[in-house]
């Protein structure tokens, strides 16, 4: 449904199409030439059609009572103007003297339902231009009272108005109509920008010639209590352009463009107890400014170098703007000395436009906490930076469904492993809502704990399958889990239902990985099988969730073919010898998705698999001896001497004896031990014994416990990880 400007009068002859008050213009009868005669009644009493009359929304805008004066029967009455006053010279609407009832229709004055003369009467010049029986044209035709005349004076004022110049809502129907459109404007938006910009561009200029809306600050979110004093911030203020203010109307703001106006949008108000503004926002009913506590409210408000800039009389309102429970701010409506001023059922108008303000208002925010709740709930359960690991580049994209709808179950993730491995995981929660995005919390916590334990993918996939069923009996998710190695380059790969991961290798050419599929996680009862494929150096893995391959438009299988030609396409552009650019792979990955041709969350997690050289590794296996540390000491300065550090030797050595020593005296196996050469040193000594060494102060008298302390004083990191099979202990340091 197409929502039309409120009008309340119908557009001017001539008046500027881009003016954004011509709906509120006075409207000219059309002029008739001289000597011209009304249309006659027809012998069945039927009046001919007017010109224009059967057109589409002839009546879209008219008023009350247009159609009845469009219907045949003549002689069927019209119903009075309704709140139309007296003049100031007592005389009757329309200027005819008191008393006098000749008119069409029965309305005093020869005023029609729409403020129209009947029959052509001048609304300034009494019986100018009536009909009498029998006679073939209107007196005065054409002369000084017609209608369109540009001195034609206002019907309430008698004051002459000015072409181009709002004029007064006449009917209550006007009313209505007005309440009716600008509620559905309010009504439309959804954040707290949107609903206070309706309300200013539904009130200027229709009702008020300027607007200034004040909100509290800060604005209390639901049910909780506001702590401090009622501070008032001036939100935003609207009003007519300046250069289409020919007459001086009211200027709230030193700033004249409405483009200046965001100067004036740090001014607070702080509203003291018990002060006259204290009392008005208390009253919640609007109010006239000409009150005695609305006028002493008014410098508080305003300020008092603002005060004088206030018209006279009835030509303000101060209208609270209450909540569900509280006043959060208020709304001031103000009307030019051109204009008239507001009539008491104005008053009830400004009630609706600030109850449904204020209630738009408490929704946007409420709405606006919720969003923001999502939001922090969604990025904190996902990796906020990923990894550095050796020998491995990542990338990843997280796209939501839409902007409604920001918390999903996608997750994706990188988790270090003992000897340089990196475990990728991306897995895919049914669901959209809270729920499913708190069970992608626990999925994904799940996860990294199984992988600290450096159980084998098929393992961890098995794991995840029952702690979804001790969740609930309808979690489902589908995950995959692969391991790479960049010292063997290879990867080891286990997947429970999800779409299979596409490999894209150095000369361009992508391949979609032969995995077998297993049954989704929460099913249970099922086994889990993981293969293991070559990693070459260069190559890229590409993870993701169905979001990225699955929509309306496509199922899952043509999307995943769309992707490897998207893929390999890519590949071209840099060449055979060079592979594309992570990121911007990822950029060109989403650029494949069309307009409205996503339906679900996409996580993606991209791989660039560098590798370690074999000639950057050295490893050792140590039987547990007493003999091991000195022939650790002697493997590393050989190995480090042939990679030219030999600067590292001293404070390798010594690290290296100290790690080895606290290993063989426990182990019961051959103690491994390797050193890796990337931007950085390391070393890894591995034993066949699950507890883990922990950091303590040694006292002066204790014999050993200062080896983990020189570990710690030396190396740029170390740490130690528990395996299946032992544990195993690592330092780094520093490359000259």
């Known amino acids: 449904m197409t929502e039309h400007p409120t009008s309340f009068d119908r557009p001017s002859t001539g008046a500027d199409p881009t003016d954004p008050r011509g709906a509120l213009l006075r409207t000219p009868v059309p002029p008739r030439a001289s000597g011209s005669a009304l249309p006659a009644q027809g012998a069945a009493g039927q009046t001919p059609p007017v010109a224009g009359e059967d057109s589409p929304g002839a009546f879209e805008h008219s008023q009350p009572g247009a159609e009845q004066a469009a219907e045949p029967d003549t002689h069927r009455p019209r119903p009075a103007s309704e709140g139309v006053p007296a003049q100031p010279d007592g005389g009757q609407p329309g200027g005819a003297p008191s008393g006098d009832t000749s008119s069409a229709g029965g309305v005093p004055g020869g005023v029609t339902s729409d403020g129209v003369a009947a029959g052509g009467a001048s609304a300034s010049g009494g019986q100018a231009g009536v009909v009498q029986p029998g006679s073939g044209a209107p007196a005065g035709a054409g002369g ?31 009313r209505l109509r007005f309440v009716g459109a600008a509620t559905r404007r309010i009504a439309r938006g959804m954040d707290l920008d949107e609903i206070v910009m309706g309300l200013c561009r539904a009130t200027v200029p229709t009702f008020a010639d300027a607007i200034l809306v004040y909100l509290r600050e800060p604005l209390p979110v639901g049910d909780e209590r506001p702590t401090g004093p009622l501070v008032l911030r001036l939100r935003r203020t609207d009003r007519i352009p300046a250069e289409r203010d020919t007459e001086g109307g009211f200027t709230p703001a030193p700033q004249p463009e409405p483009s200046e106006l965001e100067t004036v949008g740090a001014e607070l108000c702080e509203v003291r107890p018990g002060s006259a503004l204290a009392e008005v926002l208390r009253g919640v009913r609007p109010v006239f400014t000409d009150t005695p506590a609305a006028r002493a409210a008014l410098p508080e408000l305003l300020g008092e170098e603002r005060d004088f800039a206030l018209p006279d009389g009835r030509r303000a309102i101060l209208a609270p703007l209450r909540g569900r429970r509280r006043v959060i701010g208020a709304a001031l409506f103000l009307r030019g000395p051109e204009r008239i001023a507001f009539e008491a059922d104005d008053l009830l108008v400004a009630a609706q436009l600030a109850t449904h303000s204020a209630l738009g208002i408490d929704k946007a925010v409420l709405y606006g906490r919720e969003a923001y709740i999502a939001d922090e709930l969604q990025r904190t359960m996902l990796p906020e930076n990923l990894p550095r690991c050796t020998g491995v580049r990542l990338a990843s994209r997280y796209l939501p469904a839409a902007e409604t709808a920001r918390v999903g179950g ?13 475990a990728l995981v991306v897995g895919d929660v049914m669901g959209h809502s809270m729920t499913s995005a708190a069970i992608m919390g626990q999925l994904r916590t799940t996860a990294q704990t199984l992988a600290g334990l450096d159980l084998p993918p098929q393992e961890v996939l098995h794991h995840l399958d029952e702690q979804a069923q001790r969740l609930g009996t309808d979690r489902m998710a589908t995950c995959l889990y692969a391991v790479y190695d960049p010292v063997a380059h290879r990867i080891t790969v286990a997947n429970a239902g999800h779409p299979p991961p596409v490999l894209l290798h150095l000369g361009g050419h992508a391949e979609v990985l032969r995995v077998p599929a297993g049954a989704p996680i929460g099913v249970g009862g099922v086994d889990f099988e993981a293969v293991e494929l070559d990693a070459p150096a260069g190559a ?14 496509r199922d899952v299988w043509t999307g995943i073919e769309q992707l490897r030609e998207r893929l390999a396409a890519t590949a071209q552009l840099t060449g055979p010898d060079h592979p594309p650019p992570l990121e911007a792979l990822c950029d060109e990955v989403l650029d494949m998705l069309g307009p409205g041709d996503r339906d679900d969350d996409i996580a993606l997690l991209a791989a660039r698999f560098d590798g ?28 480090l001497a042939r990679w030219g550090m030999e600067d590292l030797t001293d404070a390798v050595e010594l690290l290296v004896s100290e790690v080895v020593t606290n290993a063989v005296r426990y182990a019961s196996k051959p103690v491994t031990l390797r050193l890796l050469r990337t931007d950085v040193l390391r070393c890894e000594v591995g034993d066949d014994v699950p507890q883990l060494p922990r950091l303590r102060q040694a ?3 204790d014999e050993g416990g200062r080896g983990l302390y020189l570990v710690n004083r030396l190396a740029r990191r170390w740490g130690a990880t528990r395996l299946s099979t032992g544990k195993v202990v690592w330092f780094e340091l520093n490359r000259g």
């Open 144 to 174: 000084p009272g017609r209608l369109d005349a540009p001195s034609e004076p206002d019907r309430r004022t008698g004051q002459p108005t000015a072409p181009g110049r709002p004029t007064p809502m006449r009917r209550d129907g006007d």
């Open 410 to 422: 996608d997750w994706y993730d990188a988790i270090p492993l003992p000897g340089s491995r990196v």
């Open 540 to 553: 890229t893995l590409l993870l993701y969730t169905d979001g990225l391959v699955e929509s309306r438009l």
């Open 612 to 639: 370690i050289a074999p000639s950057d590794v050295a490893y050792w296996f140590l039987d547990p001896e007493d003999a091991a540390p000195g022939k650790a000491r002697r493997l590393a300065r050989r190995a």
């Open 699 to 701: 006292r002066a008298t």
